[in-house]
């Protein structure tokens, strides 16, 4: 059966176009994806992000499970700071990519993508065995709203008086937006500036209308999914299921950075960690396929799946792509093999249909923010 967030009547209302996605039924353009893109790139954008699955895991030996559980070092992340890390098999596969919320001296939250929610949960608890820890399903504790753009600090500062210039990025404060308790991340997937907001659901519809209506002087519009996919495809950041698999470890993905082998606690033990040590070794000695960004020379938009090819021969395979709205051209994140991922690297094409398109080799991102 199809899940529904608590915003679901809204976005009815506004006459969204609704799709199902990883179970959900959920918003994805309310008008022109292009207009939503481009006023998150240049105002701001409201989204329903109410589909993420939240864990929380508390108690004495928390950290250590999660040190255990996840391949980042949990230890190390202050209170009310957040960490991008992930979730890996014993065999090094990622299951997911997640950010870890520290709400407490002993309480956690993490924050799976919504199509591995089951999966981490089940992870997790399975993981917990022998700690003096507990892991518990909240997903249905929590709406998730996000605002995006460059005028969003300005939008939430209008509705809370918590201290939004002293929240820095990754770090997340409980206070009361629009007479609503909620927790204020500054974090997002869009690559600007933004703050995503957990809040009971039964306060939800409240909360986007307030912000709906303190925004309306800052260009606040609301965005669907389709426009979240563009958004941080131009800035390089990695979907589940296209840049990241379980087919796939860290290394592979280019995301090494993420593993932490020398933690504070259960350093030799995390899951998946002799495969990773194997697999960062490999990666040194020979450089797997390389995430790169291509931008096309013509109009034809590249899909998952497509080959990358030099002089007919496959040399790798795109991820994602789409036309992006920044640069008015098709772009794609593709793996490729490292011979090839230099950036201006010549004669790479992607076989579309059986005709080889040209694509420029860049490095990622393809849009970076004026801080």
Known sequence: ????????????????????????????????????????????????????????????????????????????????????????????????????????????????????????????????????????????????LAVQGPTSAAIVKSVTDADLDGLKYYAGLPDTVAGVQALIARTGYTGEDGFELFVAPTDAEKLWQALTEAGAEYGLIPAGLSCRDTLRLEAGMPLYGHELTTGLTPFDAGLGRVVKFEKTSHGDDFVGHDALKEAAAKAEANPPRKLVGLIAEGRRVPRAGMSVVVDGTVIGEVTSGAPSPTLGKPIAMAYVDATHAEPGTAGVGVDIRGTHEPYEVVALPFYKRQK
């Not at 997790?124 to 507990?134: I, N, P, S, V, W």
């Open 1 to 144: 059966m199809t899940r529904t967030t608590a915003l679901d009547a809204l976005h009815r209302s506004l006459g969204a176009t609704m799709t199902d996605f990883a179970g959900w039924d959920m918003p994805l353009r309310y008008g022109s994806e292009r207009d939503e893109h481009n006023a998150v790139r240049t105002r701001a954008g409201l989204f329903d992000l109410s589909h993420m699955g939240e864990i929380t895991v508390s108690g004495p030996q928390a950290v250590d499970l999660l040190n255990h559980a996840l391949v980042g070092n949990i230890g190390s992340v202050g209170l009310g700071r957040a960490r991008y890390t992930m979730i890996c098999r014993a065999d090094g596969g990622i299951l997911d990519d997640l950010i870890v919320y520290r709400l407490g001296e002993t309480t956690y939250m993490v924050v799976a993508n919504a199509g591995n929610a089951q999966v981490v949960l089940d992870a997790l608890t399975g993981r917990a065995a022998g700690f003096d820890a507990e892991v518990r399903d909240d997903r249905d504790a929590y709406a998730l």
